[in-house]
């Protein structure tokens, strides 16, 4: 009598004999070749979305072929379990983030536990729990021991709905990143690493990542924003004053016209000090200065400015050019003031133009001769005209040759500047790490013992969403002891960005159980790098450049022998349904847990991964799921019937009237083990792997009543359905 195909009970069947003998449980292993499969973890939210499983049904499936392959595979995961949601659910429905966390990470274990997948569970970490967060404080002490890690007071980006600061990376458009409330700059004492440090080494191991998707690297490139150039000196005359500029093109110094400074300049004010309309212009300056503390691109505002009534002097041309104000000028880049070139700069076009200022074309195409009046900048590189002793030489001729000449004349200096900034982790939250410092009026600021780590979080804690640390108000935790001078001093009750955990818990998973230090350096050496790292393309320029960080300074700390972490990176598509990306916001989520229960999880695996290849958007669509229940029911019912072909022994006699069939039968199995070997292990296209098996089936039923009437046909069905299952 033919099994219906009865999901719940196999799959529970299943589950229970890998999880009994410890299938996917992976141990160091020298004789084997070594595979490392890891998903970006979650965030324990409550439950597992429809975008997580995508993530994670395409690391199971790669898990397993590369298990079945032969490889020793590792395949781990955990919870990314510290952040403002814990904390914005406790003041909402009044339960500890502690409890709220604990309580949404059984649930979702739970979860991935039914859909099946292939984790080594004994490797599971948990970024809230003192074991995982006393590292966090080792590695930063580690920091502050090499002037890595520092404290200054300086403008940060402020979300005053999150009542926190972010990162530059957490801030995308002018608004947070997680709740898109619009952000302003304010000044504070705050943490900071020195991954500026490393901004070269982020560039130059471009060069490592060739499997990394173009539109990625090209992303980081930008944030990193790497610009080869020179400081040029302007000095004002009659004062011992000067206006310091960085230039990347400093072929079109002998076009510029004014200068311009941020309002936010240390000489903005100095230099209208003694003008008879000091007032009106500092009301200007300060105007501009508020408005800045919403964050804006250049290209985003109005550009205004005011004249000074001061002049510098052009090195290069001696030539006495009017100083400028102007709010398209960010302090945050290079030194705060800019030589504007209009004829070759469309901003300084614009503000030129608003304000009536000269424009003198120093650059012009090959071949060509200098226009009148232009209409617009003309900004690619050129010939050299208008510009002395440098005149018509090409660009970037001019560029390295004037570059030396202001050098040998000390006016100048040639220099690379970098758009990244230092990362800043200070929080003003409850729910993350605490930063492993103590503040004493007598040694100033001293890091906490080895010894005495971890630092937990106290659990007796008020959260109100009011402003500031709510550390700051539990007096057990703050009030302590000087590990120095023994006298009284107080903890530091900011905690750290949460991406400071994820910047290595890949690093963990080799060695979860280590004790001495963050991880084993010999079992980071044997499982890493990690050989693909799945994962939303949101992450570019957030977790994965922190996590390439991390993974050159432990490398400089001896922790570890590699240059780069994810050697291979596959950024999977979002999920959309009706038009939108799935979210609570929009109404239109898919509940996994709902159609586990109706269709099984094979049914929902199978689905999410056939429906469009991994890099792009998957559509949800109810016939999908349907349609792939059905195929599963159908592949089970040729199964079942064929049950006896595998109870039967192989037999070598020849059929008669088959050959030609059992040849097409034959070659095409081979077609599609190929296939499908292709598919999966060179270019991650399981939605044309699972095609393929598909026509292969197709083509098993079309031709199984033929192959059924000899032994040899019986003998290439089973081998056929062996191939396909």
């Not at 006016?411 to 993350?432: E, M, V």
């Amino acid at each position: 009598m033919k099994e219906e195909y009865n999901f719940q009970k196999i799959e529970k069947k299943w589950q229970k004999i890998w999880e009994e003998k410890e299938v996917f449980l992976s141990r160091e292993d020298p004789q084997k070749s070594k595979y490392y499969c890891l998903e970006m973890y979650p965030y324990p939210s409550g439950a597992i979305h429809m975008g997580q499983v995508r993530n994670y049904a395409i690391g199971d499936v790669i898990s397993r072929y590369k298990m079945m392959k032969g490889f020793n595979v590792i395949h781990p995961i955990g919870w990314d379990a510290l952040g403002m949601p814990a904390e914005n659910a406790a003041i909402t429905q009044g339960v500890h983030p502690q409890e709220w966390t604990l309580r949404n990470i059984a649930h979702m274990r739970g979860q991935l536990k039914r859909i099946g997948f292939s984790y080594d569970w004994s490797r599971e970490v948990n970024t809230c729990l003192p074991e995982y967060y006393k590292w966090n404080q080792w590695i930063f002490l580690k920091m502050l021991e090499r002037d890595l890690a520092y404290r200054k007071k300086s403008k940060v980006n402020w979300c005053p709905q999150c009542q926190t600061v972010l990162a530059n990376e957490q801030v995308i458009e002018e608004r947070c990143w997680r709740c898109e409330s619009l952000v302003k700059l304010k000044e504070m004492e705050q943490w900071f690493l020195r991954i500026t440090d490393y901004a070269e080494e982020l560039l130059s191991g471009h060069d490592l990542l060739e499997k990394w998707p173009e539109h990625v690297l090209l992303m980081q490139k930008n944030w990193i924003g790497k610009s080869t150039g020179a400081y040029i000196t302007f000095p004002i005359p009659d004062t011992p004053l000067s206006i310091d500029v960085f230039t990347t093109r400093i072929d079109t110094i002998y076009g510029a016209t004014f200068l311009a400074l941020s309002p936010e300049h240390p000489l903005s004010k100095e230099l209208i000090a003694d003008s008879r309309q000091r007032g009106k212009l500092q009301k200007w300056i300060d105007k501009n200065i508020e408005n800045l503390s919403f964050r804006k691109e250049p290209g985003e505002v109005e550009k205004e400015g005011i004249d000074t009534g001061k002049k510098a002097i052009n090195p290069f041309s001696g030539e006495a050019i009017p100083i400028w104000i102007s709010n398209y000028v960010l302090m945050e880049y290079g030194t705060g003031a800019i030589m504007a070139v209009p004829a070759h700069d469309q901003r300084d076009f614009e503000f030129a133009k608003k304000y009536s200022l000269p424009i003198k074309v120093v650059i012009v195409p090959e071949g060509e001769s200098p226009p009148g009046e232009p209409e617009e900048s003309f900004e690619d590189y050129g010939v050299v005209v208008n510009s002395g002793p440098f005149s018509e030489k090409p660009s970037l001729e001019a560029i390295e040759e004037m570059g030396q000449n202001a050098q040998e004349k000390r006016f100048g200096r040639k220099s690379i500047l970098y758009r990244i900034r230092d990362w800043g982790i200070s929080r003003q939250r409850y729910w993350g790490t605490p930063i492993p410092v103590i503040h004493c009026q007598n040694c100033g600021i001293v890091g906490v013992p080895y010894e005495d780590l971890p630092v937990v979080l106290p659990l007796d804690v008020e959260l109100k969403g009011e402003e500031g640390s709510p550390l700051e108000k539990v007096e057990s935790f703050v009030k302590t002891t000087c590990p120095k001078c023994k006298g009284d001093a107080r903890r530091e009750t900011d905690t750290m960005d949460t991406f400071f955990d994820s910047s290595w818990y890949f690093f963990r998973y080799t060695s979860p159980s280590e004790e001495k230090l963050p991880f084993s350096p010999q079992a980071a050496d044997y499982w890493l790098p990690v050989d693909l790292y799945i994962g939303g393309v949101e992450h570019a320029i957030l977790h994965l450049i922190y996590a390439r960080f991390f993974c050159k300074y432990f490398r400089d700390f001896g922790l570890t022998l590699i240059d780069e972490p994810f050697p291979r990176l596959l950024a999977q598509g979002m999920v959309v349904k009706d038009g939108a990306k799935m979210s609570k916001s929009k109404g239109n989520v898919v509940d996994p847990d709902d159609i586990i229960e109706k269709y099984g999880a094979d049914s929902l695996r199978l689905f999410i991964l056939f429906a469009s290849p991994p890099e792009k958007e998957f559509i949800w669509n109810d016939e999908g799921i349907d349609g792939s229940y059905r195929f599963l029911n159908r592949l089970w019912a040729t199964m079942q019937e064929n049950l006896d072909l595998f109870k039967e022994k192989r037999s070598s006699r020849k059929g008669t009237g088959i050959e030609e069939k059992a040849s097409k039968l034959r070659i095409k199995m081979h077609q599609t083990i190929r296939k499908v070997s292709d598919d999966i292990d060179k270019r991650y296209h399981l939605n044309t792997a699972i095609s393929s098996i598909m026509e292969f089936y197709n083509l098993i039923k079309k031709e199984k009543e033929t192959l059924s009437q000899s032994v040899r046909g019986k003998n290439l069905l089973r081998e056929s359905l062996e191939s396909l299952v």
